[in-house]
């Protein structure tokens, strides 16, 4: 099975940098997935990570160490629109035999962006 | 974006009765997925489909059924709706088994039982 842990809420400034982090155990892995989700709306795919290091996508980065079972997204020049739930989600190493591999998502964190 | 509805958007039903929430996706993309979200439990998956009649269960799969008789139908069914299924219910589709795997969601059918 897979657990995975993020804070709650984070509040961060606009125009700050924030780091949003993720830490998993779990029976087998294969690949970590963060998603953004608005109030009301639906995720949103914004990055993933299957091997040690740092991912960038413009002001969003993404880093991954396997070993300490942990990953943290970084949003660096923060905007009002930002303010959202961002959702750490593992993808599991065992091919369940019917063609697909499965994602467990974390409970999200809601960031609050504040002028 | 991709090609994904949800329907009925919104639905209040009453303990007892049957509900049918539908998926349906222009992407042609083989895997469908059914999750639901709910306060302070995140995104759980229900059943997902892998092609045309297959479907498998997820991690909270009880009290639900799935149909795919089309590539770009993925139905939900509730049997007998418990107060318990009150969630936000989201679609997903992939088309990629083993790179990735990104998802595009739907835009959710919020259901609320009496």
Known sequence: ?115 | DAGITQSPRHKVTETGTPVTLRCHQTENHRYMYWYRQDPGHGLRLIHYSYGVKDTDKGEVSDGYSVSRSKTEDFLLTLESATSSQTSVYFCAISDREYSPGELFFGEGSRLTVL
């Open chain 1, 1 to 115: 099975g897979q657990n995975i842990d993020q804070p709650t809420e984070m509040t961060a400034t606009e125009g700050a940098i924030v780091q949003i982090n993720c830490t998993y155990q779990t029976s087998g892995f294969n690949g970590l997935f963060w998603y953004q989700q608005h109030a009301g709306e639906a995720p949103t795919f914004l990055s993933y990570n299957v091997l040690d290091g740092l991912e960038e996508k413009g002001r969003f980065s993404s880093f991954l160490s396997r070993s300490k079972g942990y990953s943290y997204l970084l949003l660096k020049e923060l905007q009002m629109k930002d303010s959202a739930s961002y959702l750490c989600a593992v993808r599991d190493k065992a091919y369940s035999g019917a063609g697909s591999y499965q994602l467990t998502f974390g409970k999200g964190t809601k960031l609050s962006v504040i002028p």
